[in-house]
């Protein structure tokens, strides 16, 4: 089963800009488009990027997406950080016709 | 205004079942895609079960053969019945609408509040 695997906890200093990755089992990271989600505490999911490195209306330019090939992994970088962006972040993916969420990451700024 | 609102959730024993609903409203939801997405108490989101618009049905491994997932177009209405629960299900459960973008990719772009479910003896 294919797993998107996620770094437990990142912190940085507001102002500043923090990379959280999201890294496949197996396969290409490539074959299917990553999403990410924004979990503050005790509210729903938000969509903050689609497709790799598209923005919902509404989700500011310091959000952005990327994938690399040869990690086969994805990327949601958050740069000019604020104290509001303090949340869990999730990446989620697909395999075949099941969907696949990371174990997320909880940024921490500081 | 997109809203989903679910319902349904409480203290069930092992072994037991649970209805949930999702009450949609603010768009045609006949024509949308759905899912439920459940999460643990400070763990992370885990893909349950999906319907398509024309009824078709996908589960995740681990609720495949307890859960069944249905909808009620009439009723603007999403469901997931849940037997033979285990500890393991406890859970915020969430609908979720999807939004499609180029083959076949897809978002969830809507979430409601979520109910929560609670598996003890």
């Known amino acids: 089963n294919f797993m998107l695997t996620q770094p437990h906890s990142v912190s940085e200093s507001p102002g500043k800009t923090v990379t959280i990755s999201c890294t496949g089992s197996?396969?290409?990271?490539?074959?299917?488009?990553v999403q990410w989600y924004q979990q503050r505490p005790g509210s729903a999911p938000t969509t903050v990027i689609f497709?790799?490195?598209?923005?919902p209306s509404g989700v500011p330019d310091r959000f952005s997406g990327s994938i690399d090939r040869s990690s086969n992994s994805a990327s949601l970088t958050i740069s000019g950080l604020k104290t509001e962006d303090e949340a869990d972040y999730y990446c989620?993916?697909?395999?075949?016709?099941?969907?696949?969420f990371g174990g997320g990451t909880k940024l921490t700024v500081l | 205004e997109v809203q989903l609102v679910e319902s349904g959730g409480g203290l069930v024993q092992p072994g037991g079942s649970l209805r949930l609903s999702c009450a949609a409203s603010?768009?045609?939801?006949?024509?949308?895609?759905m899912h439920w997405v459940r999460q643990a108490t400070g763990k992370g989101l885990e893909w349950v079960s999906l319907?398509?618009?024309?009824?078709?049905?996908?589960?995740a491994n681990s609720v495949k053969g307890r859960f069944t997932i249905s909808r009620e177009n009439a009723k603007n209405s999403l469901y997931l019945q849940m037997n033979n629960l285990r500890a393991g299900d406890t859970a915020v459960y969430y609908c979720?609408?999807?939004?499609?973008f180029g083959s076949g990719s897809y978002y969830f772009d809507y979430w409601g509040q979520g109910t929560l479910v609670t598996v003890s003896s």
């Open positions: 197996s396969g290409s990271i490539a074959s299917n488009y």
């Open positions: 979720a609408r999807v939004r499609y």
């Open positions: 603010g768009f045609t939801f006949s024509n949308y895609d």
């Open positions: 989620q993916s697909f395999d075949s016709t099941n969907v696949v």
């Open positions: 319907i398509g618009s024309a009824g078709d049905t996908y589960y």
């Open positions: 497709e790799d490195n598209q923005r």
